[in-house]
């Protein structure tokens, strides 16, 4: 079944610790997201990727920083300069590299820093 | 700056009533309006509207886009338990990538 795979589940760090969050894709999808979900204020977008080995910051990419090596993933640190943290992340992909194709999530990494 | 507002932010409901859902959007060179369900984990598509007064239906569910008046309706009919999640409305334009979310509206299905 293809899908996008976010790993793991539920993180926790300290504060002062970069942490990376997985995204993997087997949908051959050229366009891959990431969007921060806060309680109240939907989802924002943090950064995206439209081709292998070339990315764009989203609305809130401050603190935060990412890779696309790979066609398939699209892996997203979380820097030790981001000032709140704490929030549920989701990976997200479309088949066309347009900003009006359905996107297809994945089922997001619960983020928690103390 | 493009903005999402959605409305009511929470709903609650017995099973078999209808709901209306709200949407209002401002975006630079507006093309297409999105509605998503989040239950928990991945939001999972609903519709993509592109064109004015075009209604759009699967099931119980249906949605409809004013371009004139910027904003798009969720209607859900003879709601279930199964209802229960969180609606997303995301609206694009031209920019690459843009999706703007709403906040999204809450919406619970009690038996």
């Known amino acids: 079944d293809g899908g996008i795979t976010q790993s793991p589940k539920y993180l926790f760090r300290k504060e002062g610790q970069n942490v990376t969050l997985s995204c993997e894709q087997n949908?051959?999808?050229?366009?891959m997201y990431w969007y921060r979900q806060d309680p109240g204020q939907g989802l924002r977008l943090i950064y995206y990727?439209?081709?292998?080995?070339?990315?764009q910051k989203g609305d809130i990419a401050e603190g935060y920083s990412v890779s696309r090596e790979k066609k398939e993933s699209f892996p997203l640190t979380v820097t030790s300069a981001q000032k709140n943290p704490t929030a549920f992340y989701l990976c997200?992909?479309?088949?066309?590299?347009?900003?009006?194709?359905?996107?297809?999530f994945g089922n997001g990494t619960r983020l928690t820093v103390t | 700056e493009d903005k999402v507002v959605q409305s009511p932010l929470s709903l609650v409901v017995h099973e078999g009533d209808t709901v209306t859902l709200n949407c209002s959007y401002e975006?630079?060179?507006?093309?297409?309006l999105l509605w998503y369900k989040q239950e928990k984990k991945a939001p999972t598509f609903l519709f993509m509207l592109?064109?004015?007064?075009i209604e759009k239906k699967s099931g119980r569910l249906s949605s409809i886009l004013d371009k004139k008046e910027l904003f798009s309706i969720l209607n859900i009919t003879a709601t279930q338990t199964g209802d229960s999640a969180i609606y997303l409305c995301a609206a694009g334009g031209t920019s690459y990538g843009k999706l703007t979310f709403g906040q999204g509206t809450i919406l619970t299905v009690h038996p």
């Open positions: 949908l051959n999808h050229d366009a």
């Open positions: 975006v630079t060179n507006f093309r297409s």
């Open positions: 592109t064109s004015s007064g």
């Open positions: 997200a992909s479309s088949i066309i590299p347009t900003g009006n194709s359905p996107l297809h």
């Open positions: 990727s439209q081709i292998v080995n070339d990315f």
